[in-house]
C-alpha cells in the first residue's frame, strides 16, 4: 500500500488578493504542453490519458484544514505578505492531486511576482525520495515541472525550506495527538 505524500505551498502573495483569489470560482486550466509532459512523466497503475483536469468546487481550502487527519495549514505572514499552505496527510494519487494542482497553478495570476515561490507534492513524512509534482512560479505564471521525480530534482533551497517547515508544523499539530489520533 502506499502511503499519502505531503504538499507544500510557498507563495507571495497581497491579503487582498489571497482573499480576491479565495472567493474566485474555480478554474478550469486548458490541458497545455507542460501538464502533458508532466503526466506523461508520473508512474501510475491502469493510467489514462491526460483528457481533462478536475478542479474543487471552489478555491477555499477549508475542507482540508477541518479534517484532523490530513494535518493541514494555512499561515499567513502580513509583515511578508507570504502564505504558506500544505497538507502533511494529502495524497498518494495522482489522480487525485490533479485539482490541487489546478488550484496551485491558478494562484499564479493572484501572486506577487516572485520567483522563489514554490509548490511541491513529494514524500515527507515516509521518508522516500520520490516527488510526484513541482510547480515553479515566475512572474505570475506557473509551470509543472515534468522532469521532477526524486528530491534530488528539486532545488536544494526549497527542498530544505518545505521540510523545515513541515517539520515545524508537524510538531505543532503532532502535539494535540494522543494515541494515533488527534483530539
Known amino acids: 500500500m502506499s502511503e499519502p505524500c505531503s504538499l507544500f505551498a510557498k507563495v507571495h502573495i497581497s491579503q487582498m488578493q489571497l482573499d480576491n483569489f479565495f472567493a474566485a470560482p474555480p478554474w478550469q486550466p486548458a ?3 507542460d501538464w502533458r509532459d508532466w503526466w506523461d512523466t508520473r508512474q501510475m ?3 489514462s490519458a491526460l483528457t481533462e483536469i ?3 468546487a471552489n478555491n477555499r481550502v477549508d475542507a482540508w484544514l477541518e479534517d484532523p487527519f490530513h494535518m493541514a495549514f494555512s499561515n499567513y505572514d502580513p509583515a511578508q505578505e507570504l502564505w504558506h499552505f500544505g497538507i502533511i496527510q494529502f495524497t498518494e494519487n495522482y489522480i487525485e492531486m490533479l485539482p490541487m494542482l ?6 499564479a495570476a493572484y ?6 515561490d514554490f509548490a511541491l507534492i513529494f514524500n515527507y513524512f515516509y521518508g522516500d525520495c520520490e516527488v510526484n509534482a513541482s510547480i515553479r512560479y515566475s512572474g505570475q505564471t506557473a509551470r509543472l ?6 528530491k534530488t530534482d528539486i532545488a536544494p533551497a526549497h527542498l530544505q525550506y ?3 517547515y513541515l517539520d515545524q508544523q508537524w510538531q505543532i499539530l503532532s ?4 494515541s494515533g489520533y488527534i483530539e
Request: charged content about 30%; hydrophobic content about 25%; some cysteine.
Open 31 to 33: 490541458i497545455t504542453q
Open 45 to 47: 497503475y491502469s493510467k
Open 54 to 56: 478536475p478542479c474543487y
Open 102 to 107: 489546478a488550484l496551485l497553478h491558478h494562484l
Open 111 to 116: 501572486k506577487k511576482p516572485d520567483d522563489d
Open 145 to 150: 515541472n515534468p522532469k521532477a521525480e526524486r
Open 162 to 164: 518545505a521540510t523545515d
Open 175 to 178: 502535539a494535540g495527538m494522543d
